[in-house]
């Protein structure tokens, strides 16, 4: 028993040492997160210096730069740590209950469902109206129940696949191509009966744009973005067992096909409420996953708490180069995140199909 003891205080130190790790890492990212909003908010058509920038965040001052701050760049920094946030935890999840490292709200084509859902809300349901640069959304309610209704079919569909077929993990995401292929023809129809302007408009929208952002859209993201994080965070331990597979979880007392429908439903909702007021922004919801996952590993502890970082850090950077790059023109960020997170998805599915 005695010989047991130096072994048992080893691996005890060992795994310390090992959560130790993971919280700095989670605490650098955070560090880091606010290190880029502060760039962010300090760079564009007009350059403000560092310490200028973090005494009118302090100080919540709206005076001089101070108005550029608050009531230009911080509703967009807002928006892209809330969405980069909200997808790559959406993305996180549904990898986790569908045991598919490809699986993310844009490769399942429920990001298209709910771009659809939108756009049928601001064309038909007169929900939006037009400005000289975007759609204004003067009905987000309209719109954010009409995306997620399409979001949902979606994610159905996606689970009766799961439930009826035994389709492998790429066939699974073709299948979500084809229902996003679907949706795409959906929108492609209300653009061909739209008039011009309303036509001008959707196009500009669906590329994803975070140029839109107030701080009201921004609430209402957070309020629905808070609670299922939260739901999803104390679920944890549940998507840990779901990763050694469905029959260990259900071992465990786990009751996999509520925990893969509620997932899902929560998945869809978030993506919903961000596609329908900023448009489609690819490829987030694999990227933040798929980074820190190979940094950290698949604990949900940890990876729940480090992805939303991570996948707000992309977005934000990504942001950031759209408004800089082409200044004054000013690219929508959904092109800069397409062109990061395509390579990625080739290089995923390559490596699966090696396998």
């Not at 429920?110 to 003067?138: E, H, K, W």
């Not at 929560?266 to 798929?290: E, K, N, W």
Request: with cysteine; hydrophobic share 55%; net charge positive.
């Amino acid at each position: 028993m005695a010989d047991h003891e130096p072994v048992r205080g080893r691996t005890l130190l060992a795994y310390r040492g090992h959560v130790r790790s993971k919280r700095v890492f989670i605490m650098m990212l955070l560090a880091l997160t606010a290190a880029a909003v502060i760039i962010s908010a300090s760079v564009g058509a007009v350059s403000i210096p560092f310490g200028q920038v973090i005494s009118f965040l302090a100080r919540f001052d709206r005076q001089g730069s101070g108005r550029i701050i608050w009531d230009v760049r911080m509703p967009r920094i807002i928006a892209a740590v809330l969405v980069g946030s909200g997808l790559s935890v959406s993305g996180t999840v549904m990898q986790s209950v569908l045991r598919n490292p490809l699986a993310s709200p844009y490769t399942l084509g429920i990001s298209s469902a709910a771009a659809f859902g939108a756009s049928f809300a601001i064309v038909f349901l007169q929900a939006g109206n037009s400005s000289s640069s975007s759609i204004v959304v003067s009905s987000p309610h309209i719109v954010t129940i009409s995306a997620f209704s399409f979001s949902v079919l979606a994610t159905f569909s996606v689970l009766v696949i799961i439930r009826y077929t035994r389709v492998s993990a790429e066939a699974l995401v073709l299948a979500g191509i084809a229902i996003g292929s679907i949706c795409t023809a959906g929108l492609t129809l209300m653009q061909y009966l739209a008039d011009s302007v309303q036509l001008a408009h959707i196009v500009s929208w669906s590329f994803g744009d975070l140029g839109r952002a107030t701080w009201n859209i921004n609430l209402i993201t957070l309020a629905v973005l808070l609670p299922v994080y939260l739901l999803c965070f104390l679920y944890r331990w549940d998507f840990n067992a779901m990763e050694g597979g469905e029959d260990s979880a259900k071992g465990l007392g786990i009751r996999t096909g509520r925990l893969r429908v509620a997932a899902m439903i929560g998945a869809s909702m978030v993506t919903a409420v961000m596609v329908s007021f900023f448009g489609i922004i690819a490829f987030i919801g694999l990227l933040g996953p798929h980074i820190t996952r190979r940094v950290i590993g698949s604990d949900h502890r940890f990876l729940l708490a480090a992805s939303p970082l991570v996948g707000a850090g992309i977005l934000l950077v990504s942001d950031t180069a759209a408004r800089t790059l082409l200044s004054p023109m000013v690219l929508p960020v959904g092109i800069l995140t397409s062109l990061l997170g395509g390579p990625l998805f080739i290089y995923l599915l390559v490596g699966r199909v090696k396998r």
